[in-house]
């Protein structure tokens, strides 16, 4: 399993199309939206295809949403758990590269 840093993961997600998705968790717009953009947000969490920023964000009833920092490592949202999606994204670890797909649309072997 390779170390990924944060800028391989966001190049990474550009690549791939996912970084508008990225960038709404980050300036917290995802949070703000109707309940289905919040869900898709928290979907890509999950699976660590995004993690949560630095600073913690406000959804739009006022509740605070943790940075990846206040999580147990590893866990949904935090950087290791992207960086554990990516590394099967890059081992051509089916299972991950079918959810991109089924998710995004997007096609197996497009980084560069």
């Known amino acids: 399993m390779k170390h990924l840093t944060f800028r391989q993961i966001t190049k990474l997600q550009k690549t791939y199309g996912v970084d508008a ?12 939206m109707e309940g ?5 947000a928290m979907s890509c969490l999950d699976s660590g295809v995004c993690m949560l920023p630095i600073q913690p ?5 006022g509740n605070r949403v943790p940075s990846r920092n206040d999580l147990k490592q590893g ?3 935090t950087f290791q758990n992207s960086v554990n999606f990516w590394n099967r994204i890059l081992d051509g ?4 590269i079918e959810w991109l797909e089924e998710t995004f649309g997007c096609v197996e072997n497009q980084q560069s």
């Not at 670890?93 to 991950?96: F, I, K, L, S, V």
Request: charged share 30%; aromatic share 18%.
């Open 21 to 32: 998705v990225q960038e709404s968790i980050n300036n917290g717009g995802c949070w703000k």
């Open 57 to 61: 964000k406000f959804d739009y009833y």
């Open 75 to 77: 866990t949904k949202g």
């Open 36 to 40: 289905s953009a919040g869900r898709f």
């Open 93 to 96: 670890e089916m299972d991950a």
